[in-house]
């Protein structure tokens, strides 16, 4: 008897479970599509591992049991699904055997514990880049009229042994003596993992919990004062090796923290002074300078062309006005690692206090000053 002509099996798992099931046997199913044993048979093993459903009963005769509640063990094995390519809503469901309220409880329970999971119609990925938003203007009001005084840091970097918590505090002290209601925070609240080869051994806390409660617990504070803080390379490592957002438990558990964004952030103070907060990629360059000019020629034409720009990242100090635009690196507080004593890098310690006056239209600034509050690098900060 001649062999059926080769045609390709049902494109539709239930197709092919029917035809399977009219022929009696994966060979009987293979001679009647033309094809070899082992084409039906690796069909039917990845049929059973994506739609286990199909299958109506187990091999001792009884009905399946859905998973139907959120637990620790279903929420890590959504996690460790969604890490790849989208996934739908039913194959999530068929391959954990799970119900779908008890998969979507557990999706919603790991976004608030910070995990980064986009929704697409019925498909979710673990997301392992932050979302930057470039357009939303971001307002807070000012009591007086036409002077503005903040305050201004950068690169806490929570975890790490070279961390200056000192430094950061006594900042902070300052600008509670001066009754600083804003402090504008440039980047980096934590160590982050992943960064340079030899982290690993210079950082006392290990993992996004680790740091993040740290910063939550320690971060100073004082009646009346509020951080404007936008995350940097450090914080958003892991997102990119977990799909965790640190920030989203920062902002519950710190209200006093209004976290901006990711990387940059525009804002107007009460509808006057322009203030941008960039945490910028890359290293150092040999003249400090050279950054601002860059990056500032990129924003310095529209609308919305800000008064004032913080960059963080760099760990120097310096101020200049390019275009128009009053510009600082702010300093840091960390001192120094293996990969800045590799570049040849001292990092500038502690922040400044920025005061500004406004014309009397509201529209430009009319005067400047600023105080640069530097403190020493001190051994072991992290361990006080």
Known sequence: ??????????KSDETFLAELARCGSKAALARAYGCVHSTVHQRLKKVRKRRPDLFAE?????????????TPELQEAVWDRLRGKPKRLTWLTANLGATPEAVVE????????????????DEYQLMRVPFVDYSTMHTIGYPDDRII?????????????????????????????????????????????NMYPEQPYEVYLHGADEQVEAAIADYPTYPGCETHMIGGNHD????????????????????DINFLGWYEATVEIDDR????????????????SYRIQRLSE???????????????????????????MQQWLIPCCEGSTAWTRRLGLIPCIGGYIITILMDEA?????????????????????AN
């Open 58 to 70: 187990t091999e001792d005769g009884k009905e399946p049991v859905l998973i139907d509640e959120a």
């Open 298 to 324: 990129g924003i310095a034409h529209g609308p919305n062309i800000p008064h004032v720009i913080l960059y963080g990242h760099l760990h120097s100090a310096l101020h200049m006005e390019h275009l128009g």
């Open 106 to 121: 557990s999706i919603d329970l790991l976004r608030r514990q910070g995990y980064e999971i986009l929704c697409l119609g």
């Open 149 to 193: 005084r903040f305050g201004a840091c950068s690169d806490s970097h929570y975890g790490s042994k070279a961390q200056q918590r000192t430094a950061l505090h006594k900042f902070y002290a300052l600008c509670e003596q001066l009754e600083i209601r804003h402090v504008f925070n440039s980047g980096d609240l934590v160590a982050g993992v």
């Open 1 to 10: 008897m001649a062999d059926a002509p080769k045609q390709k099996l049902p």
């Open 236 to 255: 958003a490592s892991f997102i990119k090796a977990a799909g965790h957002d640190i920030f989203r438990r920062v902002q519950v558990e710190r209200p």
């Open 273 to 288: 002074l322009k203030v941008r907060l960039w945490h910028p990629k890359g290293g150092v360059p040999y003249a400090k």
């Open 362 to 382: 509201g529209k430009t600034i009319e005067q400047m000053s600023q105080q640069l509050i530097r403190f020493p690098e001190l051994e072991k900060d992290w």
